[in-house]
């Protein structure tokens, strides 16, 4: 029996962990040294391209939930990054270089693990765990694409979502234009002097440094333009095109608005909505005090602010099924960021999700499905979900899950929630993992 993973970025070291602590012999390859991403320099594995932040540590955030589930599910890199520790107050930040010799450290002399470098450029027999990150090189991702039928997507724009319940619904109000589709947009109105404020702080507010891969990236994929450069092409080009008031009226109002900004829902139960037509490259600071000029947003919670870089992922929710397997040969998994999940961690929780539920399908065991209460399980949803039309890679947030039910009021309010959100998810991971007999 073959057990290949392909990939020793983030996803792919805890799915050979995950798949090597079972008990079974697992081939690891990676190109590095002997080819490099633009990317990548660090000839180590889990190499940490940007920040080397992992993010907060409390359990009450997204993030630091995230972790916590990770540990509990037995991941190798929690533990890693926390023996590297930076200080970096409530943050998990580690020492990039310490972090990746010590996890590649731990895979090389795992008996169970045979590391192989060099470029993969066709998909193995047997068991396969795909986990190339964004970058995946053009040798692999053409038998990739062959495979599925799809190319990659090239996501190189992406608009900013928020939360359902931090809109504000005494400014939106819910249609669609000329009536057709029902009640599926979210509509922010805006009067003349609200919109013309608006659109004098969008086309003066600061954008992000584009690195030169994406700047070539950007040119060749124009049609996925940025709304601050199509604002800045005349005050009336947004108005006339993602912000057009046509066959709408307020009802506030009962008039038909000078310019409307409309949101869309991200997930199926309305807990995220993301900004139509909003794909933007400004940074994020400017992105949350231009926003929330919007009326309706002004007290908006940004879950993902828009995005502009080289992201190759796959239509994961026409592909996959929800234990990462490829639905039209399960044999195949993947795993990290090219699955459309967006985050160091978000990447290696989901190599541990696709490494343990191939060890169950070897032992002949049913999957492992987190339930959606939990972060890992919520992220699998969003990303395998058929109803997901347009993905757009997700990071851990708290819109992710399912709301609750009580109202938390008062200055901690929101405090409260998060680790109300946090106590529900690690009882529904405990009883899943439990029911299972995973570990």
């Known amino acids: ?92 930040a580690v020492d990039r270089e310490q972090f990746s010799a010590l996890v590649t450290q731990k895979l090389c002399s795992h008996p169970n693990i045979t590391v192989q470098p060099g470029e993969v450029s066709a998909i193995p027999a047997g068991e396969v765990i795909i986990a190339t990150g964004p970058l995946t090189s053009d040798a692999l991702a053409e038998p990739i694409a062959a495979l599925t039928g799809k190319p990659l997507y090239f996501f190189d724009a992406a608009a900013p979502i928020v939360t359902g319940e931090s809109i504000d619904m005494d400014r939106a109000f819910f249609a669609s234009r000329y009536g057709k589709g029902g009640e599926d947009y979210l509509n922010c109105p805006m009067e003349r002097d609200e919109y013309l404020a608006f659109y004098d702080a969008l086309i003066h507010a600061e954008t992000a440094p584009l690195h030169g891969f994406e700047q070539e990236a950007l040119r060749v994929y124009e049609g996925c333009m940025p709304v601050e450069v199509l604002a800045r092409r005349g005050e009336d080009a947004i108005r006339y095109g993602m912000m057009k008031p046509v066959g709408l009226t307020d009802p506030h109002t009962g008039k038909r608005p000078y310019a409307v900004v409309q949101l869309r829902r991200e997930n199926r139960e309305g807990t995220m909505w993301n900004l139509v037509g909003f794909q933007t490259n400004l940074k994020w600071g400017e992105q949350k005090r231009v926003f929330t000029m919007i009326p309706g947003l002004t007290n908006a919670e940004f879950v993902r602010y828009g995005v502009m870089h080289r992201n190759s992922f796959l239509d994961s929710p026409r592909l996959l099924n929800p234990d990462y397997s ?26 541990i999700l696709a490494g343990l539920n191939l060890v169950r399908r070897l032992r002949g065991q049913k999957p492992l499905i987190l339930p959606r209460e939990t972060m890992l399980g919520a992220l699998t949803a ?53 029911e299972t007999e995973t570990i």
């Open 326 to 351: 490829l639905r039209t040969e399960p044999r195949i998994r993947f795993a990290g960021q090219m699955t459309g999940v967006e985050g160091y961690m978000e990447s290696a929780g989901s190599g």
């Open 1 to 92: 029996m073959s057990i290949t993973v392909i990939g020793a970025g983030m996803a792919g070291c805890e799915a050979a962990w995950a798949v090597a602590e079972a008990g079974f012999a697992v081939t690891l390859c990676e190109m590095k040294p002997e080819k490099y991403s633009p990317a990548h320099h660090n000839p180590g594995f889990a190499e940490l391209v940007c920040s080397n932040s992992l993010k907060a540590s409390r359990i009450d955030s997204a993030a630091g939930l995230l972790k916590e589930e990770m540990r509990r599910l037995g991941s190798l890199l929690v533990p890693c990054a926390e023996a590297c520790a930076v200080e970096a107050g409530g943050a998990l």
């Open 382 to 434: 969003y990303i395998t979900d058929p109803y997901t039309e347009n993905l757009q890679p997700m990071g851990a947030n708290m819109g992710l899950l399912p709301m609750l039910t009580e109202k938390f009021r008062g200055r901690d309010g929101k405090q409260r929630k998060y680790q109300a959100y946090a106590d529900r998810a690690l009882a529904a991971l405990d009883a899943a993992i439990a």
